[in-house]
C-alpha cells in the first residue's frame, strides 16, 4: 500500500485534496480525520501540517507527500522534488518599509522576521550578510510596525498583505514556490506504485492546461493548419464524406485555443470546436 502525506490545514489542502479526488483517490470526508485508506486504488493518506510532511517523508515512513517547494527547503530534510504540480504558487521575499532598506547589502545588522528562519537563513549566509533572524508563526507583515524586526521574510502571492501593512518588497525574490510532489532522497526512483500515482497527477495536469480541438479543413490547407495544432504528438486527420476536405483532432494549450480558432479560421478551417479533457494518460 502506498502511503501519502496530505496538506491537512492551510493554503495548500483544499487544492492538493481537489487535485487528488480528479486523479480517482478517495478523499476524507470531514477535515478532523487525520488518516484514510482508499482500498481500491491501495492508497493510504495521513493528513499532516504542511511544515511536518518533508520531515515525515525523509524519515522513510511514508513514500510521498504533497507540500510546498519552499517548506520543503525551510525544512532542510532529506527529502526532494519530483513533481511540480501548478497551485499555490508564490514568491518568496523579503519586504519592509517604503525608503528604508535598498537591497540585499542593506540587511546587514537588521533583524528579519520570518516563519521560514531556514531558507532566510540560508540566504543570507550564501549572501554573506550578518543579519539576525528571528522566527514568528504568521501574520508577519505586523511585526515591523510592532517593533520586532525591520524587515521581513514572507510568501507573497497578490501582495495584497504587503500592501495593507504599508510594505513593499526588497530585492530580487529569495525563491519561487508552487505546490510539489516529494519523495526520500535516493529513494528508488523506479517504485511502479510511485510511479503510477505520479502518471495520474499528470493526466490531471493535462487535462487542466489542455482541451481537445477538432476541425474540418480543405486539403490544401491541411499543411498550415497541422502547423497550428501539432498536437502533443501529431494530430489525427481523417477522411470526410466531401472529397477535398479532412476532419482534425489535436491537443492545444486551454490558454491558446481561441487564437489558435481563430488563426484556423482566418486559413479556411471551419467546424472548429474545443472539447474538455476530463482524465489522461500521455
Ligand atoms: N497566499 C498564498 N498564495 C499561495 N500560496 C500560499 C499562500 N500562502 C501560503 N502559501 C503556500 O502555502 C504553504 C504554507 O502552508 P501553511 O499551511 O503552512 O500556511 P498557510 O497556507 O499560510 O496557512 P496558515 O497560515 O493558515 O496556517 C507554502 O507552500 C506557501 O508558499
Ligand atoms: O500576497 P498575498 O496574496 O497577500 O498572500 C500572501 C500572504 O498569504 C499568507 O498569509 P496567510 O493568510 O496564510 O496568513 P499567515 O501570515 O498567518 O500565514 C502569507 O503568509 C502572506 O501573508
Ligand atoms: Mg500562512
Given at each position: 500500500m502506498?502511503?501519502?502525506?496530505?496538506?491537512?490545514?492551510?493554503?495548500?489542502?483544499g487544492?492538493?485534496?481537489?487535485?487528488?479526488?480528479?486523479?480517482?483517490?478517495?478523499?476524507?470526508?470531514?477535515s478532523?480525520?487525520?488518516?484514510?485508506?482508499?482500498?481500491?486504488?491501495?492508497?493510504?493518506?495521513?493528513?499532516?501540517?504542511?511544515?511536518?510532511?518533508?520531515?515525515?517523508?525523509?524519515?522513510?515512513?511514508?513514500?510521498?507527500?504533497?507540500?510546498?517547494?519552499?517548506?520543503?527547503i525551510?525544512?532542510?530534510?532529506?527529502?526532494?522534488?519530483?513533481?511540480?504540480?501548478?497551485?499555490?504558487?508564490?514568491?518568496?521575499?523579503?519586504a519592509?518599509?517604503?525608503?528604508?532598506?535598498?537591497?540585499?547589502?542593506?540587511?546587514?545588522?537588521?533583524?528579519?522576521?520570518?516563519?521560514?528562519?531556514?531558507?532566510?537563513?540560508?540566504?543570507?549566509?550564501?549572501?554573506?550578510?550578518?543579519?539576525?533572524?528571528?522566527?514568528?508563526?504568521?501574520?508577519v507583515?505586523?511585526?515591523?510596525?510592532?517593533?520586532?524586526?525591520?524587515?521581513?521574510?514572507?510568501?507573497?502571492?497578490?501582495?495584497?498583505?504587503?500592501?495593507?501593512?504599508?510594505?513593499?518588497?526588497?530585492?530580487?525574490?529569495?525563491?519561487?514556490?508552487?505546490?510539489?510532489?516529494?519523495?526520500?532522497?535516493?529513494?528508488?526512483?523506479?517504485?511502479?506504485?510511485?510511479?503510477?500515482?505520479?502518471?495520474?497527477?499528470?493526466?490531471?495536469?493535462?487535462?487542466?492546461t489542455?482541451?481537445?480541438?477538432?476541425?474540418?479543413?480543405?486539403?490544401?490547407?491541411?499543411?498550415?493548419?497541422?502547423?497550428?495544432?501539432?498536437?502533443?504528438?501529431?494530430?489525427?486527420?481523417?477522411?470526410?464524406?466531401?472529397?477535398?476536405?479532412?476532419?482534425?483532432?489535436?491537443?492545444?494549450?486551454?490558454?491558446?485555443?481561441?487564437?489558435?480558432?481563430?488563426?484556423?479560421?482566418?486559413?479556411?478551417?471551419?467546424?472548429?470546436?474545443?472539447?474538455?479533457?476530463?482524465?489522461?494518460?500521455?
Amino acid at each position: 500500500m502506498l502511503r501519502i502525506a496530505v496538506p491537512n490545514k492551510g493554503s495548500l489542502s483544499g487544492p492538493a485534496a481537489e487535485m487528488l479526488h480528479e486523479a480517482g483517490y478517495q478523499q476524507r470526508r470531514e477535515s478532523k480525520e487525520l488518516r484514510i485508506v482508499d482500498p481500491t486504488n491501495e492508497v493510504e493518506f495521513f493528513y499532516l501540517r504542511p511544515r511536518d510532511i518533508a520531515i515525515y517523508v525523509a524519515s522513510g515512513q511514508l513514500d510521498i507527500g504533497l507540500t510546498g517547494r519552499d517548506l520543503l527547503i525551510d525544512s532542510g530534510a532529506d527529502a526532494e522534488e519530483i513533481l511540480p504540480l501548478g497551485f499555490a504558487r508564490s514568491t518568496f521575499r523579503y519586504a519592509s518599509k517604503p525608503g528604508t532598506i535598498s537591497g540585499l547589502a542593506d540587511l546587514a545588522g537588521k533583524t528579519v522576521a520570518t516563519s521560514y528562519e531556514g531558507i532566510v537563513a540560508g540566504h543570507l549566509a550564501d549572501h554573506g550578510i550578518d543579519a539576525s533572524v528571528v522566527h514568528l508563526d504568521g501574520a508577519v507583515e505586523t511585526a515591523i510596525q510592532l517593533g520586532v524586526a525591520q524587515v521581513i521574510a514572507d510568501v507573497v502571492e497578490t501582495g495584497t498583505s504587503l500592501r495593507n501593512a504599508g510594505l513593499e518588497v526588497v530585492a530580487e525574490p529569495i525563491m519561487q514556490s508552487e505546490a510539489v510532489v516529494i519523495r526520500r532522497t535516493g529513494a528508488d526512483p523506479d517504485d511502479p506504485k510511485v510511479q503510477q500515482f505520479l502518471r495520474r497527477l499528470q493526466g490531471v495536469l493535462v487535462a487542466r492546461t489542455y482541451v481537445m480541438m477538432d476541425y474540418d479543413c480543405r486539403v490544401e490547407q491541411l499543411e498550415k493548419a497541422v502547423a497550428l495544432t501539432p498536437g502533443l504528438e501529431s494530430p489525427t486527420v481523417s477522411p470526410l464524406h466531401n472529397e477535398g476536405w479532412v476532419a482534425v483532432r489535436a491537443m492545444v494549450p486551454a490558454k491558446e485555443a481561441q487564437r489558435i480558432m481563430d488563426d484556423l479560421y482566418d486559413i479556411g478551417a471551419r467546424a472548429i470546436l474545443t472539447t474538455a479533457i476530463h482524465a489522461c494518460r500521455l
